[in-house]
């Protein structure tokens, strides 16, 4: 976002003490989503076409100040008509599903949340919030109207602590910022599932707001969830403070899409970067970044730093696949790290774009060298030039210690020429717009690298816990009856830890398996003996293994046979074996109420062909449909109140 501050100096802070307690998820993959199985957190609630999605014509319309609480109902269609203000410590809740259109022909159409006021706007996977454009479908732009603004008295490096949004009045519904006594545990609401599209509006030459733009906001506020779509600008902007965030999206935007300034401070997990080529900053004014971060405009030491805290980004650049591509020329790099800057990244992707990150400036390459700036246990990938920018006047050496490749090198980072094979795994469909899968694929250098050992990152990390590894494996199996041999099948149900990166069996000679890689898969034992079964899963605390032993032999049960002098009736099951079709014939004593079900060789329960049926007296013909189940022994219950029968039944197609 493009600036023009006040005068900043070195601002001794007196903020309220808040603890660092655990906010980051740990993971065993880099990047921002889980491999398959895991859905992806974008399920439901994010929007790729926002061009074209058809929104209801607003109920309400809504202007000027905000000072008393005010509840936005389900099913309400709000029209923002210019810059509304909520102030005087009064709270907007919107209810999930609620649609908000800012006006593009009134200027400046905006909601902007004070000092000591809040934004309540909890939105669900299925009745996501949104704000956009009141424009028609097919007819909206970038800028149609300006966004959210949300101002809080956390820490920030500005003089005496304060500051106003620029290209808005200077007047106390625009400041942000705690002076001299911050509060870092300020709360300006609370923001889940909720999508920004089509804003920036440009209140002053180059001074547009943003998406979601964060003053001063502190860690008592919840954003997550949350998409910022087409935007004239960047897509999230913190001025100072230390709000955390998890599962952001920025989607198509112009500027940058993570920008941090004057002492931003807190943690952010799960981003997604998605750029279009055609979308970039004008280069005279402003390069398209998707990390912009400065300690503040002048590059000082002013304090609080700006030290955010992101893991687990996943970026998809400009280039989408191919550096010879055609891009936007305002295009430059995925990361610039300048003006003092000590931001942290970690376990994240980036993809696609002219250059990977540029630590830019004497006191960044200073800060890169001596840990205070990190950057580690990422990937850089399918870049045009370089993975690591440095100046021309070459002091990274001098200044860090090393070179741009030891650094890099020496912080387990990774980098991948989009020529190589390894590139076009790293994720599984990324270049679709409409329909993407940001998951890692398949033998992706993505599902494993991630490390939360760093203390800054362990220090902010909950720990995690394993489920205990299962697989519902049965210990002995029958193969035969005796004298014949017929392969046996069953299919386990695990129990693994969620978002697991890895999973995979392997079997001893005489076993096979459907799918070596499924969560469940299915196995065919076709001779006796001892069998080994073993699982191993990769999760976040790394491997665990299960190993399972399965004896099988030709088996007669003795309590199993064909019953001719049943108390329930003459009982004779055919075809058996049978392959798509058995016929179940009770020639019955007396009348009574039948059930009847079939259980594999685990005696888990297939199916129930007949459940309290009426069983007349004489002959009754009952038809058991095998068609689907696969080879082996199964074993029919026949049951009325006086009496039960088994009778084994042999499946082969």
């Known amino acids: 976002m493009k600036k023009l501050l006040l005068s900043v100096f070195t601002f001794a802070t007196l903020a309220t003490s808040v603890a660092q307690a655990p906010f980051l998820t740990k993971t065993c993959y880099r990047g921002a989503f889980a491999p398959s199985p895991a859905a992806p957190w974008t399920a439901g609630w994010a929007e790729w076409d926002p061009q074209n999605k058809v929104y209801p014509a607003p109920t309400t319309t809504v202007t000027g100040t905000i000072t008393a609480n005010q509840n936005w109902a389900a099913g309400t269609t709000v029209l923002l008509q210019g810059p509304v203000y909520v102030k005087n410590n009064a709270v907007v809740t919107i209810a999930p599903g609620v649609v908000v259109l800012g006006s593009k022909a009134v200027a400046g159409s905006a909601l902007i949340i004070c000092k000591g006021s809040q934004l309540v706007a909890n939105g669900t996977a299925s009745l996501p919030i949104v704000f956009s454009s009141d424009q028609a479908p097919g007819a909206r732009a970038l800028g149609d109207w300006g966004g959210i603004i949300l101002l809080g008295t956390a820490a920030l490096n500005y003089t005496n602590g304060i500051n106003n949004v620029e290209g808005l009045p200077v007047a106390p519904e625009t400041e942000f910022g705690g002076g001299a006594s911050p509060n870092n545990n300020d709360n300006s609401g609370s923001l889940t599932f909720l999508r920004i599209e089509f804003g920036g509006y440009v209140y ?3 001074k547009e707001i943003n998406g979601l733009t964060m003053g001063a906001v502190g860690k008592a506020t919840t954003l997550h969830h949350i998409q910022c779509s087409f935007i004239n600008d960047d897509a999230f902007e913190w001025f100072g403070g230390n709000v955390n965030a998890k599962w952001l999206i920025s989607y198509r935007n112009l500027d940058d899409d ?10 952010v997990q799960f981003g997604l970067i998605v750029r279009d080529p055609n979308l970039a900053d004008n280069p005279a004014v402003s390069t398209s970044e998707g990390f912009e971060s400065d300690n503040d405009a002048g590059g000082t030491t002013a304090t609080p730093f700006t030290a955010g805290v992101f893991s687990n980004i996943t970026m998809v650049g400009p280039y989408r696949g191919a550096t010879t591509n ?44 001596n840990g205070n700036m990190k950057f580690k246990n990422n990937i850089i990938a399918g870049m045009q030039s370089r993975a690591v920018e440095q100046n021309a006047t070459n002091t990274f050496a001098a200044n860090a210690g090393q070179s741009t490749v030891a650094w890099f090198n020496a912080n387990a980072n990774d980098s991948i020429n989009g020529s190589s094979p390894t590139f076009s795994t790293i994720l599984t469909t990324p270049y679709n717009y409409l329909n993407p899968d940001y998951r890692p694929g398949a033998g992706s250098i993505a599902l494993s690298g991630a490390s939360f050992t760093d ?5 902010v990390t909950s720990s995690f816990t394993s489920n205990n590894l ?43 398996i459907s799918n070596s890689t499924a969560v469940n898969p299915s196995f065919t034992i076709s001779t006796p003996g001892t069998h080994t079964i073993t699982l191993w899963v990769t999760d976040a605390n790394g491997n665990q293994s299960v190993v399972n032993s399965v004896v099988s032999s ?15 009736g003459n009982i004779v099951l055919f075809p058996n074996p049978t392959s798509n079709m058995s016929i179940l014939k009770i020639n019955a004593t007396t009348a009574s109420v039948l059930n009847v079900s079939l259980t594999d060789i685990t005696g888990k329960l297939v199916s129930v062909p007949v459940d309290a049926q009426a069983l007349t007296l004489g002959e009754n013909w009952i038809n058991i449909n095998t068609n689907e189940l696969s080879n082996g022994i199964y074993f029919v219950t026949i049951s009325n109140s006086i009496s039960k029968e088994t009778v084994k039944l042999v499946v082969n197609h």
């Open 258 to 267: 993570f920008d941090t300034d004057n002492g931003y401070s807190g943690n």
């Open 326 to 369: 055609t891009i936007a020329s305002g295009y430059r790099r995925a990361l610039r790290v300048r003006r003092s800057s000590q931001l942290k990244v970690f376990n994240s992707i980036f993809m696609d774009t002219q250059r990977g990150i540029h630590i830019d400036g004497t006191n960044c390459e200073t800060y890169a060298g």
């Open 455 to 459: 203390a800054v990152i362990a220090a």
């Open 554 to 568: 030709t088996c007669v049960n003795a309590s199993i046979k064909e019953a001719n002098n049943s108390a329930i």
């Open 204 to 206: 002053q030459p180059n």
């Open 470 to 512: 299962v697989a519902g494996i049965p210990s002995t199996i029958c193969v035969g009856d005796g004298t014949t041999t017929v392969p046996s099948n069953f299919t386990v149900s695990t129990t693994a830890s969620p978002n697991y990166c890895s999973l995979s069996w392997s079997v001893s000679v005489g076993v096979t």
